[in-house]
């Protein structure tokens, strides 16, 4: 990867999301995407210290992400979604 991991942190409702993203590899396939795909890996915690229990968004998510911004929005999204149901559930 040419450029830098970057993490992102974001407080939401007294807890957190770490997120992070980075480019696929598309091994296997035999015809390119029209531009370079993103993933993402994305964390939630009471904590502003990152872990390394993360999740891989494209596990659960199966839209294509062509910008890091559009990943890394993903991963914010998804981790603020978790939070909600934790704390409903609580």
């Given at each position: 990867?040419?450029?830098?991991?970057?993490?992102?942190?974001?407080?939401?409702?007294?807890?957190?999301?770490?997120?992070?993203?980075?480019?696929?590899?598309?091994?296997?396939?035999?015809?390119?995407?029209?531009?370079?795909?993103?993933g993402?890996?994305?964390?939630?915690?009471?904590?502003?210290?990152?872990?390394?229990?993360?999740?891989?968004?494209?596990?659960?998510?199966?839209?294509d992400?062509?910008?890091?911004?559009?990943?890394?929005q993903?991963?914010?999204?998804?981790?603020?979604?978790?939070?909600?149901?934790?704390?409903?559930?609580?």
């Amino acid at each position: 990867m040419s450029e830098r991991l970057r993490w992102t942190t974001e407080e939401y409702r007294g807890m957190y999301v770490h997120a992070t993203t980075f480019v696929l590899s598309e091994s296997g396939r035999t015809e390119s995407p029209p531009a370079q795909k993103w993933g993402y890996v994305v964390a939630v915690r009471r904590t502003a210290e990152r872990d390394v229990d993360l999740e891989y968004g494209p596990s659960t998510d199966r839209t294509d992400y062509f910008t890091r911004e559009a990943a890394e929005q993903a991963a914010l999204h998804y981790g603020k979604r978790a939070i909600d149901i934790i704390l409903d559930l609580s």
